[in-house]
């Protein structure tokens, strides 16, 4: 199949192509437009075994990992627990955010798991995953990479103990990053402010130097988290609606 995808029907056909940079696109599809009836396509696309690189990584299993992420749909958390199991560490990673995104608590003895085990692991990923589920029994395991010799793992540890604690300290670990020479890092440390509803965050992301759309997209993160979390924060979400009126404006 060889021609455009323009429907939920088209890229589930596309998923099955000989071609693999078909079958990618389509799963990126899949993801991107969630279409919910393809969680089963996608988790069997986890398992994938024709599309591999030299490098031995599986490039169709990482993005069907993260379409199921956008699907955020309960019923391939098991799909990718067992994703969580793969050499591929890209693959373990894609799968580790995507089990973040969706949210469910049958991820978080097989993440802990993973913190304990003595093989390398997407540790950025996999304690920001814990501070999305909030999980508060890890702490004495996280705590050591605070001061881990890489910054993105740092700032990952310190939006988790922030996210649990509410502690200042962690929040101000996050923000010395901003100024930081590697624009990279300054772009990680504003992706971890946006997991953070504080008022400290949203003026740190408007003044810090980043492209405007990565301020719009961790500003409208904020202000979900604000609204998901039913608390009133009126001031914070005023705030962050004329930010953005103003970004869109420059944009």
């Known amino acids: 199949m060889n021609e455009p995808i323009f429907t939920a029907e088209a890229a589930e056909v596309a998923l099955q192509s000989e071609?693999?940079?078909i079958r990618y696109y389509a799963a990126w599809w899949l993801g991107k437009h969630q279409v919910q009836e393809s969680c089963a396509a996608?988790?069997?696309a986890l398992f994938d075994q024709r599309y591999r690189i030299p490098s031995g990584g599986y490039p169709l299993r990482r993005q069907a990992a993260r379409a199921l992420g956008q699907l955020k749909n309960r019923s391939a958390v098991e799909a990718l627990i067992k994703?969580?199991?793969c050499d591929d560490f890209?693959?373990?990673e894609a799968a580790i955010q995507a089990l973040a995104a969706i949210g469910d608590e049958r991820a978080i003895a097989?993440?802990?798991?993973?913190m304990q085990c003595d093989r390398e692991q997407p540790y950025e990923a996999l304690i920001e995953a814990l501070a999305t589920l909030k999980v508060d029994s890890c702490r004495s395991l996280i705590e050591p990479y605070l001061n881990n010799s890489s910054e993105r793992i740092q700032c990952a540890a310190a939006r988790y103990f922030y996210i649990l604690t509410q502690q200042p300290k962690y929040l101000e670990h996050i923000l010395k990053f901003l100024n930081h020479e590697n624009m990279y890092?300054?772009?990680a440390a504003v992706f971890d402010l946006g997991a953070v509803a504080h008022h400290q965050a949203v003026e740190a992301i408007l003044t810090a130097t980043v492209p405007s759309s990565l301020k719009l997209l961790n500003l409208k993160r904020i202000l979900e988290n604000i609204l998901d979390?039913?608390?009133s924060q009126k001031e914070i979400s005023q705030s962050i609606f004329q930010a953005i009126d103003d970004l869109l404006i420059q944009v």
Do not use: I, Y
């Open 19 to 21: 071609d693999n940079q």
């Open 42 to 44: 996608l988790c069997e």
């Open 83 to 85: 994703a969580c199991e």
């Open 90 to 92: 890209r693959l373990r």
């Open 110 to 114: 097989p993440l802990l798991k993973m």
């Open 185 to 187: 890092l300054r772009w």
């Open 229 to 231: 979390s039913g608390t």
